[in-house]
């Protein structure tokens, strides 16, 4: 959508503020800590755009409360897995050989929108270290949640996932849905039942970069939007700008999650 096709169907003026008194009517307090998935253009015309977004929510949950985003780059993989867009199977094991390593400040963001982009260049966001399915989190614990992120556990026990399990955080829907719920990886990995299949990507070790294999569980989102629609939890909405919002607390619902997965509904 054009930025004039977005302020033509914005029907009132939005900014900051406006943000800061919806997240409020949403719940959304000072020192809350919450995961946010959003989409920019689903918001409408805001004054300021993504940093507008991204200083509301700051300026609400303050330096007290912690902000969380995926930040994954899932282009640092093998190559032949790659389906939007693939590339020549002769050019694989050059990519391998020339990818740029994983750079928390460096290396962009894959599909995780303009507000996740915005939120990346902040100097005070800390970014996990995993090259391809990082985290990156600003305020209260930022630094502890993001600091370890093994490679072959991207969303398991000893992930950000797995502290940010210890917490009691809230996942903000703006303008998404569920398939874009990151915590509901931690469901899959937690599965006795899980299979596996080999990754690699590109990384630095002890200064020198190198294309590191490691085996990777094998995910799919595309349950869980069944997932979210048969919780039986509390999930708050409301509007962020025109975008539909959905509060809802994440450790019961990843919980619900581990148990619906065992019980085969996929």
């Known amino acids: 959508m054009s930025e004039l096709m977005s302020i033509l169907n914005t029907p009132e003026f939005q900014s ?4 800061k008194k919806q997240l409020k009517e949403l719940g959304i307090r000072q020192g809350d800590r919450i995961m946010v998935h959003s989409s920019l253009k689903s918001m409408g015309w805001i004054a300021g755009g993504a940093q507008a977004v991204v200083e509301a ?5 303050t330096k007290e409360g912690t902000i969380v985003m995926p930040s994954q780059s ?3 993989s093998d190559p032949v897995y790659w389906m939007e867009p693939p590339i020549p199977e002769n050019w694989h094991e050059k990519l391998r050989e ?7 400040h460096l290396t962009h963001l894959r599909g995780m929108g303009k507000i996740a982009e915005c939120f990346h260049r902040h100097p005070l966001t ?3 270290p995993h090259p391809a399915h990082s985290f990156m989190a600003w305020g209260n614990g930022a630094d502890e949640w993001m600091r370890d992120h093994p490679l072959e556990d991207s969303f398991g026990k000893s992930s950000p996932l797995g502290k940010m399990m210890e917490s009691q955080l809230q996942i903000l829907f703006i303008g998404v849905g ?3 719920c990151t915590a509901l990886h931690y469901a899959e990995f937690a599965q006795d039942n899980r299979t596996t299949s080999p990754q690699g990507a590109a990384i630095t070790v002890n200064g020198q970069r190198l294309w590191q294999r490691f085996d990777c569980v094998d995910m799919d989102s595309d349950r869980f ?3 979210g629609n048969d919780y039986p939890g509390d999930i708050r909405t409301g509007t962020l700008g025109q975008a539909e919002a959905k509060l809802t607390e994440m450790r019961p619902l990843v919980e619900f999650g581990i148990q619906w997965l065992q019980q085969g509904k996929a």
């Open 16 to 19: 900051k503020e406006t943000l």
């Open 98 to 104: 020339t990818l740029p390593a994983y750079d928390p």
């Open 74 to 76: 899932a282009d640092n």
């Open 225 to 227: 939007p069944e997932i």
């Open 126 to 128: 800390i970014r996990s």
């Open 57 to 61: 929510l700051m300026e609400t949950v």
């Open 178 to 180: 569920f398939d874009s």
